[in-house]
C-alpha cells in the first residue's frame, strides 16, 4: 500500500524510498551490533525501534501527505487517460482482479523472482548464524585457526547485506529498462546474483559468506527495483494497488518458505557435520 500510495510522487521519491528499510536494516544490524559487541544490552535496539516507529508515522503525516495531496489536487481536474484513468484514481483490487487479464500474466516473471529473492534473503541469513555459532568464527576454512570475533564478525557481515541492498536499488533506478525485453534481461541478472550467493552461502566459509552475503542482497535490491520500476511504468495506473499487492504478497509466500527451511539451508551448509568453531550443536 505504501509503494502505491507514494506512486505519484515519481520515480526519483520512490527510487529513494524504497532504499528506506534497508538503510534502517543497515543501522540496526551494523551500528547496532558493533555497540552489542563493546557490551551494550541488545534491548536498547528494541527500544530504539519502538521510539522510531512514532517519529516516522509523523514525518509520513506532515511531510508527505501533504505532497500527496497537491499531487492529487493537480490530477483532479485533468481529462480521463486513455486507459480508462481519471484523475489519478486506481481501480479497486477486486475490479483488477476481474481485469486480470489487463496485467497479471506479464507480472508473472516478476512475481517468482520475487519468490526466489525472498527465499534466498529469509533462508541464507539466519542459516549463516545458526552455522556461525561459536563465540569466533573461522574466516579461511571449517577448520581454519584465523578466528574472528561473531559479533564483529556480523557487523562486517551486515556492511555487505546493506551495501548491496541499497546500493543495488539505487542503481537498477538508473537505468531505462524501457522495453518488457530488458525487465526481463534485468531479472534474470538479479535471479543469478541471488543463486550465486545461495550456492555461496553453501560452502560455509567466513570470508565468502560476506561476498555470498552481498551477492545475494544485490539480487534481492536488483529484483526489488525493477519490480516497482516495472509496476509504476507499464502496469496501468489503476491496476497499481493490486499489482503490488500480488507482488508483495508472493514474495512473503517466498520469505515464509526460506525462514521455515533455515534447517534445511544450515545442512546445505553444515551436511551434518560438527566442527570446532562453526556447526555447533548449540549455540554459545
Not at 551490533?33 to 514525518?59: D, E, I, K, N, R
Not at 576454512?141 to 578466528?147: A, P
Not at 496501468?236 to 508483495?248: T, V
Amino acid at each position: 500500500t505504501f509503494l502505491n500510495v507514494i506512486t505519484p510522487l515519481g520515480p526519483l521519491t520512490k527510487s529513494w524510498a524504497i532504499m528506506g528499510f534497508p538503510a534502517a536494516f543497515f543501522l540496526i544490524n551494523v551500528l547496532g551490533f558493533l555497540l552489542v559487541s563493546f557490551g551494550m544490552p541488545v534491548q536498547v535496539l528494541f527500544w530504539y525501534v519502538v521510539a522510531c516507529m512514532p517519529f516516522g508515522a509523523a514525518l509520513f503525516a506532515f511531510r508527505v501527505v501533504p505532497r500527496l495531496r497537491e499531487v492529487w489536487s493537480e490530477s483532479a481536474g485533468r481529462a480521463a487517460r486513455a486507459d480508462g484513468e481519471a484523475g489519478g484514481k486506481g481501480a479497486a483490487i477486486w475490479d483488477s482482479c476481474l481485469d486480470w487479464r489487463a496485467w497479471l500474466p506479464s507480472l508473472l516473471p516478476f512475481m517468482l523472482c520475487n519468490i526466489v529473492g525472498h527465499f534466498v534473503m529469509e533462508g541464507a541469513l539466519p542459516a549463516n548464524f545458526n552455522a556461525f555459532n561459536d563465540h569466533v568464527v573461522p574466516l579461511f576454512g571449517r577448520t581454519d585457526d584465523h578466528l574472528m570475533n561473531k559479533e564483529r564478525f556480523f557487523v562486517v557481515f551486515f556492511v555487505f547485506v546493506g551495501v548491496g541492498d541499497m546500493a543495488s536499488r539505487r542503481f537498477m533506478y538508473s537505468f531505462g529498462l524501457d522495453s518488457y525485453r530488458s525487465n526481463i534481461i534485468a531479472l534474470l541478472a538479479a535471479l543469478a546474483c541471488c543463486l550465486a550467493g545461495m550456492y555461496l552461502t553453501t560452502l560455509g566459509i567466513g570470508i565468502v559468506a560476506w561476498l555470498s552475503v552481498f551477492l545475494s542482497f544485490w539480487g534481492q535490491g536488483m529484483n526489488y527495483a525493477i519490480g516497482s520500476k516495472y509496476i509504476d511504468r507499464f502496469v496501468p495506473r489503476r491496476h497499481n494497488l493490486a499489482a503490488y499487492s500480488f507482488w508483495i504478497f508472493t514474495g512473503a509466500a517466498g520469505a515464509i518458505l526460506g525462514s521455515t527451511l533455515v534447517d534445511v539451508i544450515r545442512y546445505w551448509i553444515c551436511h551434518g557435520e560438527v566442527y570446532q568453531h562453526e556447526c555447533l550443536a548449540h549455540s554459545r
